[in-house]
Structures are given as C-alpha cells and as structure tokens.
C-alpha cells in the first residue's frame, strides 16, 4: 500500500476510535462548566484576606440564573446578586475574568472616605479583624504588619477587609449612583484591588455565578504548599 493511500485510513481510524467517542462527553462537560457550575484560579490577593492567591473557588453558576451554555443569553432568571455575595464576572472595560464582591446594588449610592465605606449616606459598620479569624494564619508575618484587617457589616453578610496604609491607592472616591441593571464591585484588599472604582459599574450580564467556597488552595510562595486547612471551606 503506497504511503499516500494510508493516511486516510489512518485519520478514520483516529475519528472512530477516538476523537467521536470523546467528542460528546467532552463537549457535556464544557457545557456544564459554563451553564452550571465551575472551579476559578485566583492568581492576585484582591481579595484578602477572604480568598487568597493560589485559591481554587467553586463558583455556582446557577445562583442567579440559567444560560445557553456558551453564551451570555438568559433562559430563566430567578434572582439578583446581593450585597455581599462574591461573584465571577467580567471586566467592563477590557473583558478580564475577575473574582469580586457586591458592594452596591441597582440604585445605591455609594461612597469610600479614607478607606471607610458609605452606603446610602450610611457609614457601613466595621470593627477590628481578630488575629484568629480565617485566613490571616496564611499570610506572611511582614505581610500581616503592613496591613490593618476589619470586619465589615454589609447588610446581612459579614465580611473581613484588608487595607494597606502604607501603599499609594484610592482610598477616597464618590459618591456615585448605581444605575439601573449594574453593580458596583470591589475587592476586599480595599488597596490592592482593580474594581468598579476604575472600570466603572458592573453590567449585570457581566456577572455570570456566585462564588460559594474554595475547593483546594495551595501557597504559591511555596512551592505549592498545600493550604490543606482551606480545602472544602465555605466563604463568607
């Protein structure tokens, strides 16, 4: 048999026995990682001390709605994100995945007065971290020393924040109205954060699942240290 002649034998072969038997399979689970349920790398600390750098989250994309997989395009819709929830979404500006908190809902008014968050003319309650909550055992001492840690009482959810005093950030800005059908976002490193305070208000198509817990974690100035104390732990 000329060489020619066994290529095209050898391409049915490949398409009978392996690609088309892997082909449906592949492409339910593509289709479920994008309509139902999904797991996001987190690279940055934007959002210390709640998520660390390294984390692995589960993001439940079925939280508010349900999408034609692949798409932006909403066949039901059942609720809205509220204040406080940790969402995935997508920058505005230039499209970037991003992993970021509800600050302020449709119609809010919002407001940041160094580092103090307003909501509505309200100032938004907040009280000292305590050094045993989670996630500050997994940060470095110097780091722990350069930053001031809180609670944050948003609403019905209770959150910890992180600012850095010593680093050049906008620590004043607003206030500022939420339009109808956006968000506006923020990450819990007030300092260290790429938010709606410089991409503007959140798209409310943009938001595409809730981030609900992280799945493993592992200490990236450690050569992948396992955090294993984080593995299966809820996020609040």
């Known amino acids: 048999m000329q060489p020619a002649a066994r ?19 592949f492409l339910l689970i593509t289709a479920a990682k994008s309509a139902l349920a999904d797991f996001n790398y987190v690279p940055s600390g934007s959002m210390q001390p709640t998520i660390l750098a390294g984390d692995v989250v589960f993001i439940n994309k079925l939280a508010y709605d349900f999408r034609v997989p692949f798409t932006f395009a909403r066949l039901a819709r059942w609720s809205d994100p509220a204040r406080g929830d940790i969402v995935v979404c997508f920058a505005p500006d230039d499209g970037t995945r991003l992993v970021k908190r509800v600050i302020g809902q449709p119609g809010d008014t919002v407001e940041l007065r160094s580092d103090l968050l307003y909501l509505n003319g309200h100032r938004v309650p907040c009280a000292p971290l305590p050094d045993h909550a989670a996630g500050l055992r997994y940060l470095e001492p110097d780091e ?22 010593a680093r050049p950030a906008l620590r004043n ?19 260290n954060s790429r938010d709606s305070r410089f991409f503007g208000f959140m798209p409310r198509a943009q938001i595409i699942g809730e981030v609900k817990a992280v799945a ?21």
Do not use: C, K, T
């Open 173 to 191: 800005f607003g206030p500022v109205r939420v339009p109808p059908g956006h968000y506006f976002m923020m990450g819990d490193n007030r300092d």
């Open 144 to 165: 722990r020393a350069a930053a001031l840690f809180a609670r944050e009482e948003l609403g019905a959810r209770s959150h910890a924040i992180e600012i850095l005093p």
């Open 7 to 25: 290529f095209p034998r050898f391409f049915r072969h490949l398409w009978h026995e392996w690609i088309r038997p892997l082909a449906i399979p």
């Open 216 to 236: 493993v974690s592992a200490d990236l100035d450690h050569w992948l240290r396992p955090r294993v104390g984080r593995f299966f732990s809820q996020l609040e």
